[in-house]
């Protein structure tokens, strides 16, 4: 496995791939990775010959106040669980590779509606950053397919979205949330919880599970079951920032016709801001 920081050193070594035959995958990451990344590299050289992590810590995607100064950078562990899981090469560029001439005069891609609401409403400009360095991206590497975590169940409608509207030839490929025993959905930001927090932390599957059973038996008094679900989180010890039952194609306010419906939650435990969703076939 090879490590690249530079876009010439990274497209040389693609192109020799391209003239062997050869297909490629991406994985965006922004690093600091877990089991749940390294599932996305299995899957992604499942489907591809060559795979390409990306490891970039994109601050075009933090907002005021967030943890872009504080998000752990851990290069070398990373590379070590990449290598194992069989990825072929890391590109991990700093920002003045990506940026060269700053944010400020950064063309910036903007996915209308599914970008809206959820995270997009509580991380104003997340989902931009987001799809402008997932374009980039994919324009740097040009693969033919890329894989994306379905825990970011939001991030991925609007990459699914952007490469349709923009008709970008890459496959886009969702890869299921990896768990812990508890069910808590890996996360990098999982390294943030206190012992007594980590504790805590499965209430908010417990929560999605349990609104989910109640869906299933045919309840549409949607907003009844969002209050209480909000409640439940509340009475363990998080904050609430939403839980949303949506259409899981729109991720708009589910109906009673809908047949395929997400939840989708995300809540504060101490400073740690969790996510996390689940979707249900009625």
């Known amino acids: 496995m090879r490590t690249v920081h530079s876009l010439k050193e990274l497209r040389t070594i693609l192109r020799g791939y391209r003239q062997q035959g050869k297909t490629i995958g991406l994985v965006p990451t922004m690093g600091n990775l877990h089991e749940g990344h390294t599932s996305l590299v299995r899957k992604a050289a499942e489907a591809s010959d060559i795979v390409v992590t990306s490891i970039f810590v994109n601050p075009m995607q933090f907002g005021a106040g967030e943890d872009l100064d504080t998000y752990p950078r851990t290069l070398m562990d990373d590379q070590r669980k990449l290598a194992e899981a069989g990825n072929t090469l890391v590109f991990a560029p700093n920002a003045e590779e990506v940026y060269p001439e700053g944010l400020a005069n950064q063309t910036k891609v903007v996915v209308p509606e599914v970008s809206e609401g959820h995270c997009g409403a509580s991380r104003p400009g997340h989902f931009e950053g987001v799809a402008t360095v997932v374009t980039m991206l ?134 740690t801001r969790l996510i996390d969703n689940l979707s249900v076939k009625r």
């Open 138 to 271: 994919f324009n740097m590497v040009q693969p033919d397919i890329a894989v994306f975590g379905e825990k970011d169940f939001q991030q991925l409608a609007v990459i699914r979205k952007l490469t349709r509207d923009l008709m970008i030839p890459v496959e886009i490929i969702g890869a299921p949330t990896v768990r812990e025993e508890d069910g808590l959905a890996k996360s990098s930001r999982n390294g943030y919880l206190t012992e007594d927090e980590r504790a805590v932390a499965p209430t908010v599957f417990q929560t999605l599970k349990e609104t989910a059973d109640q869906l299933a038996q045919g309840r549409n008094d949607f907003g009844t079951l969002e209050q209480a679900a909000r409640q439940s989180l509340t009475n363990a010890g998080l904050r609430p920032d939403y839980f949303n039952i949506v259409n899981s194609l729109t991720l708009k306010p589910a109906s009673g016709q809908d047949q395929e419906i997400t939840l989708l939650v995300a809540a504060f435990l101490g400073t």
